[in-house]
């Protein structure tokens, strides 16, 4: 089984180059981007190197190796070997993909599950408390809320169907293309198109208009079939080896010229000039008026981080309704300037997908240059939001903008990029009990709000420090700890013992902002359990979710008859 990747691994652009010398040397990929003047080959190419890599995904799907793709390609369809080995290349990289997402799928449509029956359940044991006690106040909107838990399970079981079909199908879906436009072609006339052949204009254009080939060092210009050279000032040129199955239409080279300015001028020479490989695709924009790019992969020295610990460090809360900073100096504590405590916050952004990426790329543009001039590391969470976009659907909405939105993915890929572009190190830590821990231990004593007391533990747990338990708290959660040999353990069991009271005391996220109430609420579940009382009684917790509650006849399985005029 191979190793799982950490969270830096995954987004870090930074990587060990493989030249062998006395030190190792890291580099950091970038892209390039630039118009290209047009050549009918473009067009011609881009629909069929599309159609031959579907027919290489396909081939993978059956057992083909990447290897023997590559090998019969080349005789197949009368292309070189550059040709074919971009287009094993792209093929397998499109098929551990698709291998990735269905595995990631099946993960989140059984944890959905699991999380959907435990909720179910706990609100039909809601409603049998409520219809046994019958009350005003048990008893308004009973129906509807019924209703509500039908639907629900309807809904659960037909995902329930959808998991095993995903879980017994092989073959890997997928659409070239786009779903949107596939599914027009049945409503023409309300998708803008008067007939079949006006939308299959539309659709071969969307499947083709696209080609890549792999780029290597050690051969001149780069890359074996589209080679980048530097022509004068700020012009470039890209030969394009012309496959053989059309070289009696345009010869055997075609060469077009695009222009770099500026930095990635810079970045393009010394890649050139350092014998990088660059891996060049060339593409086709159908919503700028169909003009033509070319995109350029390559490798540039790494920036040596400047940030240090000695320095302190910057933590990262992010909220469903804000990004907060602060900044934590060397000694553990909170720093100030000018008397001042030194905190930043941001809203969440809001509005389209691209106005929400662009307002982010500002957020973490000035993110990193607090970090720089403070030449300070910034840690933030190191969150598995994959779990908890299939569990948080079924408790709050409050947090829903912030998962749907995908923002927390977006805002840690941006920040890494933008880091690593100026030499600040970002560390992820593990997030246990931050909102806690803060409200408990700082929040009162800096004067903070529970985003900044979290983002505090957060950058103190970079910085290495553990987080004991205030001594003027002891004797309240003393309880807590079982016997003498816990207080010399690891403080975090503490810290999960006492997360676990504040559940069981059903304490709502804004009592917790104010620490009178949490310490109140720890001293009531102590005082419970010194006493033998049991907590507060919680919902039904569904071992599987192989075994959904089943509406029959009026009645639940597993559970008491309900009203039958719901």
């Known amino acids: 089984m191979a190793k799982k990747r950490s969270l830096k691994a995954k987004l870090t652009r930074i990587s060990r180059s493989k030249q062998k010398t006395d030190k190792p040397i890291y580099q950091r990929l970038i892209g390039i981007e630039s118009k290209i003047e047009y050549h009918p080959f473009l067009e011609d190419w881009g629909n069929q190197y599309q159609s031959l890599l579907r027919s290489a995904l396909n081939d993978r799907q059956k057992g083909i190796s990447e290897i023997n793709i590559e090998k019969s390609y080349q005789k197949k369809y009368n ?40 909720k179910a359940a706990e609100n039909l044991e809601t409603l049998e408390n409520g219809y046994k006690n019958p009350s005003q106040q048990n008893l308004r909107n009973f129906n509807k809320k019924l209703l509500g838990v039908k639907s629900k399970l309807k809904r659960l079981q037909r995902k329930q169907q959808q998991l095993l079909k995903l879980k017994q199908e092989e073959r890997l879906h997928i659409c070239w293309g786009s779903k949107k436009l596939f599914k027009a072609q049945y409503n023409l006339e309300e998708n803008g198109y008067s007939n079949h052949e006006e939308w299959l204009e539309d659709w071969r254009k969307k499947r083709g208009g696209n080609f890549y080939s792999v780029g290597k060092g050690s051969v001149n210009g780069n890359n074996p079939v589209t080679k980048i050279h530097h022509k004068q000032d700020d012009i470039f040129s890209v030969t394009i080896t012309v496959p053989r199955c059309y070289q009696e239409i345009y010869g055997q080279k075609i060469t077009l010229e695009f222009e770099i300015t500026k930095q990635r001028k810079h970045d393009l020479l010394y890649a050139l000039e350092s014998n990088k490989p660059v891996t060049v695709q060339i593409f086709r924009r159908e919503h700028k ?84 001039s403070y030449q300070c590391p910034i840690a933030c969470e190191d969150l598995d939001f994959s779990k908890k976009k299939a569990t948080l659907r079924h408790s709050s909405k409050k947090y829903n903008r912030m998962f749907s939105g995908f923002i927390y ?10 880091a690593e572009k100026y030499g600040i190190e970002v ?55 079982s016997s003498p040999e816990d207080k010399e353990v690891q403080s975090w069991g503490q810290w999960g013992k006492i997360c676990k009271l504040l559940r069981e005391q059903k304490l709502s996220r804004h009592q917790m902002f104010e620490s009178a109430k949490v310490l109140e609420a720890l001293h009531d579940a102590v005082s ?37 005029n719901c």
């Open 289 to 372: 008026d169909n003009p033509w790019y070319i995109h350029l992969s390559t490798y540039v020295q790494a920036v040596p981080y400047i940030s240090h610990k000695r320095n302190g460090c910057l933590g990262i809360d992010l909220n469903a309704e804000s990004i907060d900073l602060v900044y934590v100096k060397k000694d553990r504590n909170l720093h100030h300037t000018d008397g001042k405590k030194t905190l930043f916050s941001w809203e969440i952004p809001t509005g389209t997908t691209g106005q929400v990426e662009a307002k982010l790329r500002d957020i973490v543009a000035e993110i990193v240059r607090i970090g720089e």
């Open 79 to 118: 292309i070189q070997w550059g040709w074919a080995d971009s287009l094993a290349t792209n093929a397998s990289s499109v098929f551990d993909q698709l291998t990735t997402g269905k595995e990631n799928q099946i993960s989140f449509l059984e944890t959905d599950l699991k999380a959907g029956f435990a």
């Open 427 to 481: 560390i992820f830590k593990n997030p246990f009990a931050t909102s806690v821990i803060g409200m408990v231990k700082y929040m009162a004593k800096y004067g903070l709000n529970s985003a900044y007391a979290a983002a505090m533990v957060i950058a103190r747990r970079a910085l290495g420090f553990s987080e004991r338990i205030p001594r003027s708290k002891e004797p309240i959660i003393g309880v807590c700890i």
């Open 528 to 564: 419970r359990t010194r006493m033998g009382k049991s907590p507060p009684r919680q919902g039904r917790k569904v071992k599987s979710a192989s075994k959904p509650v089943v509406f029959s006849n009026s009645k639940i399985q597993g559970e008491s008859p309900m009203p039958q």
């Open 409 to 418: 993915d977006k805002f840690r890929a941006f920040l890494v990029a933008r």
